[in-house]
């Protein structure tokens, strides 16, 4: 069975901490996803990474930064938390498949994160 | 990536077939018409997708219309654990963008 597993469910920080967050897939997916989900905005890409130390800005970067080092994991970094990015963070994966519009998204559970 | 237009919600009693339309009038030739739903506090759930001709899986069938501009996602057999929000999504490429969806209610 496939999965997508992140590292926390619920996470509270203070503003202007650094936090990370972690995503790990065991499917040997090449593609990897960041989203955020906000009521009234839907889901939102933030960055996205095709391979190893690949990566590609989505729809709203600004504040994040993200790693990966290993096919496997994808971090998510707010180098210094706001409150504006209390949010539901999702992570996802995909195949490769090179006209891109066949491969379906395996989602983690997400991560709720709240910056006070 | 085209727009797509759901119904806000929908009830279905246990048992039987529900059936969610999506609007999708300005869509591309190349662009597929794919369905996800999210179960509360879960992250989303690949359904199906298509492009021209109707599919089927384990989960659900999806039916497109002949211009492509709507499509219909039916769960033939609905119960309690499909209630969800569905989304309907157009897309060419790897750019997930969920709006508002539709929350199905299932009943007993």
């Known amino acids: 069975d496939v999965k997508v597993t992140q590292s926390s469910r619920y996470l509270v920080k203070r503003t202007g901490e650094k936090v990370f967050l972690e995503c790990v897939q065991d499917?040997?997916?090449?593609?990897m996803f960041w989203y955020r989900q906000d009521p009234g905005l839907g889901l939102r890409l933030i960055y996205f990474?095709?391979?190893?130390?690949?990566?590609e800005k989505g729809d709203i970067p600004e504040g994040y930064s993200v790693s990966r080092e290993k096919k496997e994991r994808f971090s998510l970094i707010l180098e210094s938390a706001s409150t504006n990015q209390t949010s539901m963070y999702l992570c996802?994966?995909?195949?490769?498949?090179?006209?891109?519009?066949?491969?379906?998204?395996?989602f983690g559970p997400g991560t709720r994160l709240t910056v006070t | 990536d085209a727009k797509t237009t759901q119904p806000t919600s929908m009830d279905c009693a246990e048992g039987r077939a529900a059936n969610l339309p999506c609007n999708h009038s300005?869509?591309?030739?190349?662009?597929?018409v794919y369905w996800y739903r999210q179960i509360h506090s879960q992250g989303p759930q690949y359904i199906i997708h298509?492009?021209?001709n109707n599919e089927t899986n384990e989960m659900a069938s999806l039916i497109i219309t002949e211009d492509r501009k709507s499509s219909t996602l039916i769960l033939p057999h609905a119960t309690l654990r499909d209630t969800a929000v569905y989304y309907c999504?157009?897309?060419?490429?790897?750019?997930?963008?969920f709006g508002a969806g539709t929350t199905v209610t299932v009943r007993a």
């Open positions: 996802a994966s995909s195949s490769y498949i090179p006209l891109g519009a066949r491969d379906e998204q395996y």
């Open positions: 499917m040997d997916h090449e593609n």
């Open positions: 990474s095709y391979d190893v130390k690949m990566k």
């Open positions: 300005t869509i591309s030739g190349n662009e597929y």
């Open positions: 298509g492009l021209k």
């Open positions: 999504i157009v897309i060419m490429g790897y750019k997930l963008s």
